[in-house]
């Protein structure tokens, strides 16, 4: 069985691989790519859950199959596949391109998941980054030199950070910094390098309040493009965040007091910026920034139940993140763009509306109950004043998000004659709709059959070396 | 003596005729998930242009008369001598956080459940007049009472949190689509006191949760767990604070005025009958049933509260201009009510505010609708161009005095032995405030009696638009609730066959809803039929 572990990357970049190519090909010929691209995720996720489960190493140690890495793949598959399948394609510039980025995108993180040292990180978190950087500069160039911008300096503080770990404990392999870490005295020389490769991950994770490159671009990106870049990349520099968290645990002093700020200010700030803004996009950014956060305090927690808590909650965060913008498609210019959605697209709407509760951390859907769990663990490791934060972000982003549901449901669609650019509505196909079912299916059953998989995201907590 | 009759369960176990003919190990959880998978199917039936609103209607009448039907069946089947949970169900959930989903009732959760039941029934009859966006109408009615059924049954920290924060959402978006002209404070105000309330209940759950060494957040582990008294402190006043939110108790109320004024008729009825009683039933269940110290500790100014509440309440009533605002003044009586005799901590006001539960429900329900209908009639809100309506509204009138005697506690009504339990066994452990609340209950009376003899029997207002008296639906649903009041009011330990102690059909509520007191007061001593023969 160990052999077709890296099946499901292989299928994923080979895919992408045939969808560039496929970008020569006539027009005509790619009228069922998205179709395909999603069957090709929905395969690579099946062969993840049946063949995943096989605990092995490739490549010399290179690459993990574990709990962990079975976890975050399949909810990065899950997350790419939805976001192919709800994704309005007519409203996208370069069809093709885009489906092989996110691809790209979820192959980036899934390297992540499974990598066993530094290089593994890295380059995973680049290759993320990079799809974003491609698929958000076929709309707008100048968004994406910005984002390339952003993402230079955030890369840097991550590889700075990473070597100075290097430097100290003498080691790139994660369980080597681990065992090593054991004998490290938490100083400030080390400190701050974890503060800086904190930082780069924040940067990337567009944390408030270091979002000023993800929202703008986020906002101008196409929809599919603010899913990667809100999504995809934000969950790979929180699985980046995760393996950096188990691998310095036995310094919890140089890793807890950032997180613990970092989750603070991004719980209560997301909260307060998505109930400021009226961009139903922009709240979905800041929402989504707000449920990092709340990832960010169970790692801040340092033991198994958080950090297994955080891995359930990143998985309902990355499928409302990514699919959530592909979602809304074109509505991006005011609440007005989703009025009346519930009416004239009812699966969709019903998509949009539960992504935004569940970013939000509404009961009962996927998010409440991974903000729960985190809030268990705070509350059992005594940080009771971050889990008070966290419940005034959560009630803000709630009121947030009511608002967004209402303009879908309960106000009146826009006159024809009226809607812009912003505010076109999306093509109905079949793909789209039978996504956005799926999307609602998964968001809501994810509490609802909480079981199995926070069983699955505890034993990937503990795959990390957590007890 | 009547009280003490009233307030115990009957001394000998007869059963009820048809008891154990249909019985279901799920009977909570279909109270729930019902009306759930009605609300999702209702919004796969295809309604061009509004062509099946009717039927909406009637898919969410006959699902809450299913769900009646089901309560009135674990109703009429509970075991009334047994302490514990009853209908119990339990099944991992995040068990590695000890998350179950575990559902049970004992005698004030059954009281709830029933509550929950003609409430929600009513509400829909309450709605038949809602025309725009009928679907989205009931399935948002529909879920906001699965939560309230959930919240009720919950027998898990995480389960109670998850259907109490599950109702914010159904609950601010009917106000906000179907409301009055405030319909926009109403909302967001209602959004942010029980967004907070939810808020106070998670850290108070959390604190208990790490108190007790953060193995499960089941109510059989966490609210028997021995905690500190500094703990049971924070956590008394965290669920204070959320109890205060959702009932509610000066100085969280400040919701109260715009939603019962500005919300459509049933979410009215839902919020001030069923959805409102949760704050009173969280504070029984979560604090007087489990933090003696904290309980103690915390009674005098969980007392102070409820008479300030009443009081307050009183005053703003009587000074009202509006008829629809004093009316969700005068709904916040009952809830006070309740809520004092919780923390009068003795057997008897703890029995009075566990049957204050239901018949407070009632009674701020029937005076909320009573209000929203008969202002819809008359045309205005008005009070000093509502004026000598007895003629012209002989029904509105009929309930309208039905209703006030209710919420004073008049003989006849369910809520005199309440009440009455409540005071009397009150003014041994808190004299003073028994003493204000008495006062608080004087106020309220002055208060409704200006009030109805202004609008009803004063000189008739020749300026005032034109009225007419309820229609045949309106009557319906006045009259379930005003027929509930009396019903228990009359046969509070049930119907029985003359000469004999066998129930007809009604083991009767104080039979029910005495399962379980015992377990709640530790002084309390439940009498044993065996000692006695």
Same mark, same amino acid.
């Given at each position: 069985m160990?052999?077709?572990v890296?099946v499901p990357?292989?299928?994923v ?6 969808l560039v190519?496929l970008g ?6 790619r009228?069922?790519a998205?179709?395909?691209?999603t069957?090709v995720?929905a395969?690579?996720?099946g062969?993840?859950l049946?063949?995943?489960?096989t ?5 010399g140690?290179a690459?993990?199959q574990?709990r962990?890495?079975?976890f ?7 997350a790419?596949?939805l976001a192919i399948?709800v ?12 489906m092989?980025m996110i ?5 980036g993180v899934?390297?992540i998941a499974?990598?066993?040292d ?13 799809a974003?950087v ?5 709309r707008?160039t100048?968004?994406g030199?910005?984002?390339l911008?952003a993402?230079?300096?955030a890369s840097?503080l991550?590889?700075?950070g990473?070597?100075?770990v ?6 790139a ?13 938490p ?9 800086l490769l904190l930082?780069?991950l924040?940067i990337r ?6 979002e000023f490159?993800?929202?703008?671009v986020g906002?101008?990106a196409?929809p599919l493009?603010?899913g ?8 790979a520099a929180?699985?980046v965040a995760f ?7 036995p310094?919890p ?5 950032y ?6 200010v991004?719980m ?5 910026a998505?109930?400021?803004t009226?961009?139903p996009r922009?709240r979905?950014?800041?929402l ?8 960010a305090a169970g790692?801040a927690t340092?033991?198994r ?5 955080s ?11 990514t699919?959530?913008p592909?979602a809304m498609?074109?509505?991006d ?7 009346g959605m519930g009416l004239?697209?009812?699966a969709?709407?019903a998509?949009?509306a539960?992504a935004?509760?569940s970013?939000?951390g509404a009961?009962?859907?996927g ?5 729960f ?5 705070l ?5 009771l004043?971050l889990?008070?934060l966290?419940?005034?972000g959560a009630v803000m982003s709630?009121a947030?998000?009511v608002?967004t549901v ?5 106000q009146?669609p826009p006159?024809?004659?009226?809607r812009?650019?912003g ?6 196909t ?7 079912v799926?999307l609602c299916?998964v968001?809501a ?8 998989i ?6 990937g907590?503990?795959a990390?070396?957590?007890? | 003596?009547?009280l003490?009759?009233?307030a115990?369960?009957?001394?000998t176990?007869?059963a009820?005729?048809?008891?154990g003919?249909?019985?279901s190990?799920l009977i909570?959880?279909l109270s ?10 209702m919004?796969?039936i ?6 099946y609103?009717?039927l909406?209607?009637?898919i969410a ?7 009646v039907?089901?309560?009135f069946? &674990?109703?009429?089947q509970?075991?009334t001598?047994l ?6 169900e339990?099944?991992p959930?995040?068990?590695?956080i000890?998350?179950?989903y575990?559902?049970?009732?004992? /005698?004030?959760?059954m009281?709830?459940?029933v509550?929950?039941g003609?409430i929600?029934?009513?509400s829909?009859?309450a709605?038949?007049g809602v025309?725009?966006?009928v679907?989205?109408?009931f399935?948002?009615l ?7 059924n959930g919240?009720i049954?919950?027998?898990?920290m995480f389960v109670?949190a998850l259907?109490w ?10 106000v906000?689509?179907?409301?009055g002209?405030r319909r926009?404070?109403a909302?967001?105000? !209602? ?9 106070? !209940?998670?850290i108070?759950?959390?604190?208990m949760?790490a ?8 109510m059989d ?5 021995t905690?500190?008294?500094r ?8 669920l204070?604070?959320?109890a205060?939110?959702r009932?509610?108790?000066f100085?969280l109320h ?6 019962y004024s500005?919300?459509?008729?049933g979410v009215?009825?839902?919020?001030a009958g069923?959805?409102?009683r949760?704050?009173?039933y969280?504070?029984?269940r979560?604090?007087?049933a489990?933090d003696?110290d904290?309980s ?7 007392a102070?509260l409820a008479a300030?509440?009443i009081g307050y309440?009183?005053?703003v ?8 605002s004093?009316?969700a003044?005068l709904?916040?009586?009952p ?8 923390a009068?901590l003795?057997?008897l006001?703890?029995a009075?505010g566990?049957?204050?539960l239901?018949t407070? /429900?009632l009674?701020?329900?029937l005076i909320?609708a009573t209000?929203?209908?008969l202002t819809d009639?008359a045309q205005t809100?008005?009070?000093?161009l ?5 003629p012209?509204?002989?029904i509105?009138?009929w ?5 006030t005697?209710?919420l !004073?506690?008049?003989?006849l ?16 452990t808190?004299?003073?405030? &028994?003493f204000?609340?008495?006062a608080g209950?004087v106020l ?5 009696a200006?009030i109805t ?5 004063g ?6 638009p034109?009225?007419?008296d ?8 006045l009259?379930?609730m005003?027929?509930?009041l009396?019903?228990v /009011?009359l ?11 066998q129930?007809?059909?009604d083991?009767g509520l104080?039979n029910?809803?005495?399962?379980g ?5 530790a002084p309390y001593?439940p ?6 023969q």
């Amino acid at each position: 069985m160990s052999n077709y572990v890296l099946v499901p990357e292989a299928l994923v970049m080979a895919a992408a691989l045939v969808l560039v190519l496929l970008g020569r090909a006539p027009r005509r010929s790619r009228r069922w790519a998205p179709l395909a691209a999603t069957v090709v995720v929905a395969a690579a996720l099946g062969v993840e859950l049946w063949a995943g489960s096989t605990l092995t190493s490739q490549f010399g140690g290179a690459l993990v199959q574990d709990r962990f890495a079975l976890f975050a793949k399949a909810a990065v598959l899950l997350a790419a596949g939805l976001a192919i399948a709800v994704t309005d394609w007519s409203d996208e510039g370069a069809p093709v391109i885009g489906m092989a980025m996110i691809l790209l995108a979820a192959f980036g993180v899934m390297v992540i998941a499974s990598a066993g040292d530094f290089v593994g990180l890295w380059a995973g978190l680049e290759l993320t980054a990079a799809a974003g950087v491609v698929l958000v500069s076929v709309r707008r160039t100048d968004l994406g030199l910005r984002l390339l911008v952003a993402g230079g300096v955030a890369s840097a503080l991550v590889l700075v950070g990473l070597a100075f770990v290097y430097a100290t404990t003498g080691s790139a392999d994660l369980l080597a910094v681990r065992r090593a870490a054991a004998s490290v005295n938490p100083t400030l020389p080390l400190a701050i390098p974890v503060m800086l490769l904190l930082g780069g991950l924040a940067i990337r994770a567009g944390l408030p309040p270091f979002e000023f490159a993800r929202l703008p671009v986020g906002l101008g990106a196409s929809p599919l493009g603010a899913g990667i870049v809100i999504g995809l990349v934000a969950a790979a520099a929180l699985v980046v965040a995760f393996k950096i968290s188990a691998a310095l645990l036995p310094l919890p002093a140089v890793l807890s007091p950032y997180l613990m700020v970092a989750a603070a200010v991004a719980m209560v700030g997301g909260g307060a910026a998505a109930l400021a803004t009226r961009s139903p996009r922009a709240r979905l950014a800041y929402l989504a920034a707000g449920q990092v956060g709340w990832i960010a305090a169970g790692l801040a927690t340092h033991y198994r139940t958080g950090l297994g808590a955080s891995l359930f909650l990143l998985g309902a965060f990355a499928v409302a993140a990514t699919a959530g913008p592909s979602a809304m498609a074109g509505a991006d210019a005011g609440e007005f763009a989703l009025a009346g959605m519930g009416l004239l697209r009812p699966a969709r709407a019903a998509g949009i509306a539960l992504a935004f509760l569940s970013l939000a951390g509404a009961p009962p859907l996927g998010g409440f109950f991974g903000e729960f769990a985190v809030a268990s663990a705070l509350a059992a490791s005594g940080a009771l004043w971050l889990l008070a934060l966290g419940l005034l972000g959560a009630v803000m982003s709630m009121a947030a998000a009511v608002g967004t549901v209402r303009a879908i449901y309960l106000q009146s669609p826009p006159d024809e004659s009226r809607r812009t650019a912003g505010a076109r509505l999306p093509v109905l196909t079949r793909l789209s709709t039978g996504g956005a079912v799926a999307l609602c299916a998964v968001l809501a059953g994810y509490g609802v059959f909480a079981y199995p998989i926070f069983s699955l995201a505890d034993q990937g907590a503990e795959a990390l070396g957590l007890r | 003596m009547i009280l003490a009759g009233i307030a115990l369960a009957s001394p000998t176990p007869v059963a009820v005729p048809g008891a154990g003919i249909f019985t279901s190990p799920l009977i909570l959880s279909l109270s729930i998930w019902v009306p759930v998978a009605v609300a999702i199917a209702m919004n796969f039936i295809p309604n061009p242009r509004g062509r099946y609103d009717t039927l909406m209607k009637q898919i969410a009448f006959f699902t809450n008369l299913g769900i009646v039907f089901i309560l009135f069946i &674990a109703y009429n089947q509970f075991q009334t001598f047994l302490p514990g949970m009853q209908y119990e169900e339990k099944l991992p959930w995040l068990a590695s956080i000890g998350v179950n989903y575990h559902l049970g009732v004992d /005698g004030a959760g059954m009281t709830m459940m029933v509550l929950s039941g003609i409430i929600g029934i009513t509400s829909v009859l309450a709605s038949w007049g809602v025309r725009e966006r009928v679907r989205s109408y009931f399935t948002l009615l529909l879920l906001l009472q699965a939560s309230v059924n959930g919240a009720i049954a919950a027998h898990d920290m995480f389960v109670l949190a998850l259907f109490w924060g599950a109702a914010v959402v159904p609950a601010a978006l009917l106000v906000l689509g179907w409301g009055g002209p405030r319909r926009e404070a109403a909302a967001w105000r !209602l959004v942010g006191y029980w967004g907070l309330g939810t808020a106070a !209940l998670v850290i108070g759950t959390m604190t208990m949760y790490a108190a007790s060494g953060g193995s499960s957040f089941d109510m059989d582990v966490l609210l028997k767990a021995t905690l500190t008294p500094r703990v049971q402190l924070a956590v008394g006043v965290a669920l204070i604070v959320a109890a205060a939110t959702r009932l509610p108790l000066f100085p969280l109320h400040g919701w109260v005025r715009d939603v019962y004024s500005d919300s459509p008729l049933g979410v009215s009825v839902v919020i001030a009958g069923s959805a409102s009683r949760l704050g009173a039933y969280l504070l029984l269940r979560a604090l007087v049933a489990s933090d003696a110290d904290a309980s103690r500790l915390l009674a005098p100014f969980i007392a102070v509260l409820a008479a300030i509440s009443i009081g307050y309440a009183a005053l703003v009533a009587l000074r009202s201009v509006d008829l629809r605002s004093a009316a969700a003044h005068l709904a916040m009586v009952p809830g006070g009510i309740t809520v004092f005799g919780l923390a009068a901590l003795t057997p008897l006001s703890i029995a009075g505010g566990v049957l204050s539960l239901f018949t407070g /429900g009632l009674a701020a329900a029937l005076i909320v609708a009573t209000a929203w209908t008969l202002t819809d009639r008359a045309q205005t809100r008005s009070l000093p161009l509502l004026s000598g309506l007895a003629p012209r509204m002989p029904i509105l009138t009929w309930v309208f005095v039905i209703a006030t005697l209710a919420l !004073l506690g008049v003989p006849l009504m369910a809520s005199f032995p309440a009440e009455a339990m409540i005071l009397f066994g009150s003014f041994k452990t808190q004299p003073v405030w &028994a003493f204000a609340v008495a006062a608080g209950l004087v106020l309220t009376a002055v208060s409704v009696a200006v009030i109805t003899h202004r609008v009803l029997f004063g000189e008739p207002n020749h300026d005032a638009p034109a009225v007419s008296d309820a229609s045949l639906g309106e009557t319906w649903y006045l009259g379930v609730m005003a027929g509930a009041l009396l019903w228990v /009011g009359l046969f509070p330990g049930g119907p029985k066959l003359p000469g004999t102690e066998q129930p007809i059909f009604d083991p009767g509520l104080i039979n029910i809803m005495g399962a379980g007191i015992s377990d709640i007061t530790a002084p309390y001593v439940p009498p044993n039929p065996a000692a006695t023969q």
